[in-house]
T-cell receptor
Framework: GENVEQHPSTLSVQEGDSAVIKCTYS??????FPWYKQELGKRPQLIID???NVGEKKDQRIAVTLNKTAKHFSLHITETQPEDSAVYFC???????????WGAGTKLIIKP | DAGITQSPRHKVTETGTPVTLRCHQT?????MYWYRQDPGHGLRLIHY???????DKGEVSDGYSVSRSKTEDFLLTLESATSSQTSVYFC????????????FGPGTRLTVL
């Protein structure tokens, strides 16, 4: 079945620098790849997503890139700010009922 | 927050007791999902529903059952709770429109002693 691997598990960056989180998936039939942000004690919330017919998508300081051939996708956050500190999850969609298979998460720490 | 609530928000129970968690949504979303979240594992799908009385298993369904008798409610039951089921449980919904986003409830923290 589908498997999603996410790296790194923890990422510490200086405020103002960029952060990159990477995910790989195994099922070439996956066609939708969201990224969720979860702050401590809160629910996960979608921050950006990409479909398999698109190579890159950007929304202000965040962007996602997808390489279908290599079966990997990445989250890029530029000009990081303290409020970017959170756990970020990638996922890949499988099946006809929109099931998501999730990566294990990346804890992003923004150092002042 | 897409009008999704979960109850209870916290529960402590003993091994062997039955437990039912409730997810309630006011968005008339067709699809509903139950996940568990554990450190180092991200979110793992337990069961999901694609309509009233239509449910199917996810990747970690053993020891869990679900029911959906009306659109707005999706119940998760642990027939006989075990310590390995100590976790945070999230419910999520997805609407029918061409929008794949899943909206999450606030979560239920369950401790099985």
């Amino acid at each position: 079945g589908e498997n999603v691997e996410q790296h790194p598990s923890t990422l510490s960056v200086q405020e103002g620098d960029s952060a990159v989180i990477k995910c790989t998936y195994s099922d070439s039939a996956s066609n939708y790849f969201p990224w969720y942000k979860q702050e401590l004690g809160k629910r996960p919330q979608l921050i950006i997503d990409i479909r398999s017919n698109v190579g890159e998508k950007k929304d202000q300081r965040i962007a996602v890139t997808l390489n279908k051939t290599a079966k990997h996708f990445s989250l890029h956050i530029t000009e990081t700010q303290p409020e970017d500190s959170a756990v970020y999850f990638c996922a890949a969609q499988k099946g006809s009922n929109y099931q998501l298979i999730w990566g294990a998460g990346t804890k992003l720490i923004i150092k002042p | 927050d897409a009008g999704i609530t979960q109850s209870p928000r916290h529960k402590v129970t003993e091994t062997g007791t039955p437990v039912t968690l409730r997810c309630h949504q006011t968005e008339n979303h067709r699809y509903m999902y139950w996940y568990r979240q554990d450190p180092g594992h991200g979110l793992r799908l337990i069961h999901y529903s694609y309509g009233v009385k239509d449910t199917d298993k996810g990747e970690v369904s053993d020891g869990y059952s679900v029911s959906r008798s009306k659109t707005e409610d999706f119940l998760l039951t642990l027939e006989s709770a075990t310590s390995s089921q100590t976790s945070v449980y999230f419910c999520a919904t997805k609407g029918l429109a061409d929008n794949n986003e899943q909206f999450f409830g606030p979560g239920t923290r369950l401790t099985v002693l």
